[in-house]
């Protein structure tokens, strides 16, 4: 069997009788409601987007609370759309990976049509009349952090926005500029209202969108090549709204783990691709059970009931302090740390490292004990139960098949929010010292241990991606396995408060982490005597 329309209506028995859950209504209706009266269009049809948001909806209209599907539009990497989403008739069976050791598969069919943002392709003039329907209420996004930049590292305009605004909206090509263009049809259409919606997973995602769209209504306007009145519509927000959100679900790339499971129900073509934008797509989607979505309640024409699917609308401020507990404590902290061992020690799941008792006592006090301390309770979210989950539920999962590997993506970029957040907070609080942090230095230590590209076998392995290799590896390069003088070389690296968020050796953490370094790198084994040693 192949996933497309007409097999999940001819085939509908043995579908389900090898447990695949079918969309429960009828599509063509569904898309011809959607298409008349749209209320939700989605840019980015990357993995997350199909195992959660689309999921989310996909479970509303099987419960019969909305009729009306969304839209999905891909403007960076258009053979996502060929590729994951055309062959197969906008399906996607989305594998729940449960802890409990159970896949639900489901067959997920809201997306009633996946649409390129291509000036050169027919989508984007339907993508334009969408826009300037009165019913849209929400335009979404995961587009990566990347996605929003309209300045590069270095605070220059890069060349390719630069052009765009000075053509202005009719011959944008660049990934705001083209969502700008589409925005101008809303405001000649009448000054629309819409709910311009980030879901990527960066601080503050709302803003980093409000400020490309200004920029963007800006430079148009001063260049005189769109009407003038766009720039105050952007800018009024009862008009357009950019709410802040945060995201929370695990969703890795596609696995074999999984594709083997569709090979072996008999689902043909289920392969999956790398794009030539690194894009992994398939048919399918894996990720786990737990998720969370919460959006500040801004939308100035209404909004799909998304709370009937588990979704948390509520004010910014509590989004905010959802997205730091998440971001700053209770998650990602512990998930890098593990990322940074995990390497070390020759690990390749992420779960597997959760059976080993030096690392989960090393999360755990981090999480508990160093970090949430310094929480606020959203009041929405318990931060204490939501750590729980992480460490008891979600990181355990041995049907995740996330690895230390991805999660050590770019971490010169994360540790400042990570953990620096958590120090400065130490430092402001009139009960705690920077001196009870003993484990979070041990996490630096261990990155610089780490960039050394040596496990704690001494055999080579290959770092993750990230863009701040070429800067810091050189810091450690010369140091040998068994030196015991580090300091004039790891200084540099720990004084960067751009890494770090703070000058380690100000708050007083420097010294300690070079110690530690100095114990991780004694000989072979030190990385685990060293953890014995001080997580116990
Ligand atoms: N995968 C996960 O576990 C989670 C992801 N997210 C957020 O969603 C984002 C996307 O994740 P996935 O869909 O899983 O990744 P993916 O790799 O499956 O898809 C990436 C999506 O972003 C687009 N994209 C990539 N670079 C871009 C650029 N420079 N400009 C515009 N668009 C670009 C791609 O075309 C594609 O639509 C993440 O960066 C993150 O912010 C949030 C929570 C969990
Ligand atoms: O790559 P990062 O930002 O460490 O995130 C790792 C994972 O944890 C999450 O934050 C969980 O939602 C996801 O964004 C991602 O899958």
Same mark, same amino acid.
């Given at each position: 069997?192949?996933?497309?329309?007409?097999?999940?209506?001819?085939?509908?028995?043995?579908?389900?009788?090898?447990?695949?859950?079918?969309?429960? +209504?009828?599509?063509?209706?569904?898309?011809?409601?959607?298409?008349?009266?749209?209320?939700?269009?989605? *840019?980015?049809?990357?993995?997350?987007?199909?195992? &959660?948001?689309?999921?989310?909806?996909?479970?509303?209209?099987?419960?019969?609370?909305?009729?009306? !599907?969304?839209?999905?539009?891909?403007?960076?990497?258009?053979?996502?759309? $060929?590729?994951?989403?055309?062959?197969?008739?906008?399906?996607?069976?989305?594998?729940?990976?449960?802890?409990?050791?159970?896949?639900?598969?489901?067959?997920?069919?809201?997306?009633?049509?996946?649409?390129?943002? $291509?000036?050169?392709?027919?989508?984007?003039?339907?993508?334009?009349?969408?826009?300037?329907?009165?019913?849209?209420?929400?335009?979404?996004? =995961?587009? =990566?952090?990347? !996605? +929003?930049? /309209?300045?590069?590292?270095?605070?220059?305009?890069?060349?390719? #926005?630069?052009?765009?605004?000075?053509?202005?909206?009719?011959?944008?090509?660049?990934?705001?500029?083209?969502?700008?263009?589409?925005?101008?049809?809303?405001?000649?259409?009448?000054?629309?209202? @819409?709910?311009?919606?980030?879901?990527?997973?960066?601080?503050?995602?709302?803003?980093?969108?409000?400020?490309?769209?200004?920029? &963007?209504?800006?430079?148009?306007?001063?260049?005189?090549?769109?009407?003038?009145? &766009?720039?105050?519509?952007?800018? $009024?927000?009862?008009?357009?709204?950019?709410?802040?959100?945060?995201?929370?679900?695990?969703?890795?790339?596609?696995?074999?783990?999984?594709?083997?499971?569709?090979?072996?129900?008999?689902?043909?073509? /289920?392969?999956?691709?790398?794009?030539?934008?690194?894009?992994?797509?398939?048919?399918?989607?894996?990720?786990?059970?737990?998720?969370?979505?919460? #959006?500040? $309640?801004? *939308?100035?024409?209404?909004?799909? %009931?998304?709370?009937?699917?588990?979704?948390?609308?509520?004010?910014?401020?509590?989004?905010?302090?959802?997205?730091?507990?998440?971001?700053?404590?209770?998650?990602?902290?512990?998930?890098?740390?593990?990322?940074?061992?995990?390497?070390?020690?020759?690990?390749?799941?992420?779960?597997?490292?959760? %059976?080993?008792?030096?690392?989960?006592?090393?999360?755990?006090?981090?999480?508990?004990?160093?970090?949430?301390?310094? @929480?606020?309770?959203?009041?929405?979210?318990?931060?204490?139960?939501?750590?729980? =989950?992480?460490?008891?539920?979600?990181?355990?999962?041995?049907?995740?098949?996330?690895?230390?590997?991805?999660?050590?993506?770019?971490?010169?970029?994360?540790?400042?929010?990570? *953990?620096?957040?958590?120090?400065?907070?130490?430092?402001?609080?009139?009960?705690?010292?920077?001196?009870?942090?003993?484990?979070?230095?041990?996490?630096?230590?261990?990155?610089?241990?780490?960039?050394? !590209?040596?496990?704690?076998?001494?055999?080579?392995?290959?770092?993750?991606?990230?863009?701040?290799?070429?800067?810091?590896?050189?810091?450690?390069?010369? #140091?040998?396995?068994?030196? =015991?003088?580090?300091?004039?070389?790891?200084?540099?690296?720990?004084?960067?408060?751009?890494?770090?968020? @703070?000058?380690?050796?100000?708050?007083?953490?420097?010294?300690?982490?070079?110690?530690?370094?100095?114990?991780?790198?004694?000989?072979?084994?030190?990385?685990?005597?060293?953890?014995?040693?001080?997580? !116990?």
């Amino acid at each position: 069997m192949k996933l497309n329309q007409r097999s999940i209506l001819e085939n509908a028995a043995a579908w389900e009788k090898l447990g695949y859950s079918l969309p429960k +209504y009828d599509r063509e209706q569904v898309k011809k409601n959607t298409l008349a009266n749209p209320n939700w269009i989605h *840019f980015g049809a990357g993995n997350i987007f199909r195992a &959660f948001q689309a999921n989310v909806l996909n479970n509303l209209l099987n419960e019969k609370k909305t009729d009306i !599907g969304l839209l999905v539009a891909e403007g960076f990497d258009y053979e996502i759309i $060929d590729k994951a989403f055309k062959s197969f008739d906008d399906l996607t069976i989305y594998m729940k990976l449960c802890c409990n050791g159970t896949v639900e598969k489901n067959i997920v069919g809201s997306v009633v049509e996946s649409l390129r943002v $291509d000036p050169e392709n027919s989508d984007y003039e339907t993508l334009k009349e969408l826009f300037r329907k009165p019913s849209l209420q929400m335009v979404s996004f =995961t587009i =990566t952090e990347k !996605g +929003y930049a /309209v300045v590069d590292g270095n605070g220059n305009t890069p060349a390719g #926005i630069e052009a765009d605004f000075k053509v202005g909206p009719d011959k944008a090509t660049s990934y705001m500029g083209k969502v700008c263009a589409m925005l101008y049809e809303r405001f000649k259409a009448g000054a629309l209202p @819409v709910a311009m919606v980030s879901m990527d997973n960066c601080s503050h995602n709302g803003d980093k969108l409000k400020a490309a769209v200004v920029a &963007f209504a800006k430079n148009w306007c001063d260049n005189n090549v769109c009407d003038k009145g &766009f720039l105050a519509y952007v800018e $009024d927000e009862k008009k357009v709204s950019f709410p802040w959100s945060m995201i929370d679900k695990i969703t890795p790339r596609p696995a074999d783990s999984v594709m083997d499971m569709l090979v072996k129900d008999g689902i043909e073509d /289920v392969d999956f691709v790398k794009t030539s934008k690194n894009t992994f797509v398939a048919p399918f989607v894996n990720a786990e059970e737990a998720e969370y979505l919460v #959006i500040e $309640d801004s *939308f100035p024409n209404g909004r799909p %009931k998304l709370e009937e699917g588990g979704v948390m609308f509520t004010k910014r401020e509590v989004v905010d302090m959802v997205e730091r507990m998440k971001v700053c404590t209770c998650l990602n902290p512990l998930h890098t740390a593990l990322a940074i061992y995990g390497c070390l020690l020759g690990y390749e799941k992420i779960s597997d490292e959760m %059976k080993d008792s030096e690392l989960t006592k090393l999360i755990k006090t981090i999480g508990y004990k160093e970090g949430l301390p310094v @929480v606020t309770d959203p009041g929405i979210i318990n931060p204490k139960e939501f750590i729980d =989950t992480v460490v008891e539920v979600r990181l355990p999962n041995p049907f995740m098949p996330d690895t230390p590997q991805r999660i050590a993506c770019d971490t010169s970029q994360k540790l400042a929010i990570r *953990f620096g957040e958590t120090i400065k907070a130490y430092e402001k609080s009139e009960n705690l010292k920077v001196s009870d942090l003993k484990l979070i230095p041990l996490v630096f230590a261990g990155w610089a241990r780490y960039l050394m !590209g040596i496990d704690d076998n001494l055999n080579k392995f290959e770092l993750s991606p990230d863009p701040l290799l070429e800067k810091v590896v050189p810091m450690v390069e010369d #140091i040998k396995i068994g030196d =015991t003088d580090v300091h004039s070389r790891l200084e540099k690296l720990f004084s960067d408060a751009s890494i770090f968020g @703070v000058n380690l050796y100000e708050v007083g953490l420097g010294e300690l982490s070079e110690n530690y370094f100095v114990e991780l790198i004694a000989g072979k084994g030190a990385v685990r005597e060293t953890l014995k040693k001080y997580v !116990g």
